[in-house]
């Protein structure tokens, strides 16, 4: 086990910025209204199981169907392009479609809000770069603040008010962008050097 401080901190803010639980306050909050309770805890652990079992099937997966994680990776940062061009711009380019069968903690809080399209591609494109290990810490670190958020979501909309997490979510939309370009120039390179 290589710990490296450096590699959690960046992983850490990479999930935190693609997650954006912060700047899905209002969506938590509109879905505390809707179902009338949220179960923070449930979310929570759904949302961190699934990051975790893609962090380590997810590379299967893709060589099953022939995918290279480089690729992935490529794919994954155009993704995160689009998803940081969201929260900057402040426009929707994914829709979001409701189902009422499933419980609120699970759809659309742990899947697909808080553990999306957006962070599974995020969790292979980093582990194309940093050990398994730092991304866990980093993955558990996220889980604890959604906890906490979710927990705290009606005070921290009141502290920080519509403006405050509107900042928060164009802030994170531009180092979300810079880490798109910077996973893109890295994974290309390697497709690149691979043929």
Do not use: C, W
């Not at 994680?69 to 994954?76: C, E, P």
């Not at 009141?158 to 405050?164: M, S, T």
Request: glycine fraction near 6%.
């Amino acid at each position: 086990m290589q710990l490296n401080f450096k590699e959690i901190f960046t992983a850490f803010m990479v999930l935190f910025a693609v997650i954006d639980i912060i700047g899905n306050i209002p969506i938590v909050i509109d879905l505390r209204k809707k179902a009338g309770h949220i179960q923070s805890e449930k979310a929570s652990i759904i949302a961190g199981v699934i990051l975790i079992l893609f962090l380590f099937l997810g590379k299967s997966i893709l060589n099953l169907i022939g995918i290279d994680v480089n690729s992935f990776a490529v794919a994954g940062a155009f993704i995160l392009f689009f998803i940081a061009l969201e929260m900057i711009l402040g426009i929707t380019l994914y829709k979001q479609e409701e189902n009422a069968s499933m419980t609120t903690a699970v759809f659309p809080l742990a899947f697909p809000l808080i553990a999306g399209p957006g962070s599974l591609t995020t969790l292979l494109s980093l582990r194309a770069e940093f050990r398994t290990e730092n991304i866990i810490i980093a993955v558990l670190m996220n889980v604890i603040i959604i906890y906490i958020v979710l927990k705290t979501s009606s005070k921290i909309e009141r502290v920080i008010g519509q403006n405050g997490i509107n900042i928060i979510r164009k802030v994170f939309g531009v180092i979300l962008l810079a880490i798109a370009v910077k996973l893109f120039a890295h994974n290309i390179k390697a497709l690149f050097d691979i043929a």
